[in-house]
């Protein structure tokens, strides 16, 4: 299982493409200046919703999201 590097979410398009739904991924989130890990369950228009029941803002909240293979 390889880590990859942060990378800055802007939109859904980068979830889908990357097809995290399964995959453990952690989230540094810019605002709040916290670190949060899970797995990605489901997504909507604005966030992934991890299986801790963590909702992850992806649009404009300046999210870095690293994923494991």
């Not at 989130?29 to 992934?48: M, P, T, W, Y």
Request: charged content about 30%; glycine content about 8%.
């Amino acid at each position: 299982m390889s880590m990859k590097e942060f990378q800055k979410i802007k939109d859904l398009s980068a979830v889908e493409k990357n097809n995290l739904i399964g995959k453990r991924i952690t989230a540094k989130l810019r605002s709040a200046q916290d670190v949060i890990h899970g797995e990605c369950i489901r997504f909507n228009e604005k966030s992934i919703i991890l299986s801790s029941g963590r909702e992850v803002m992806t649009l404009g909240a300046g999210t870095l999201i690293r994923f494991f293979d």
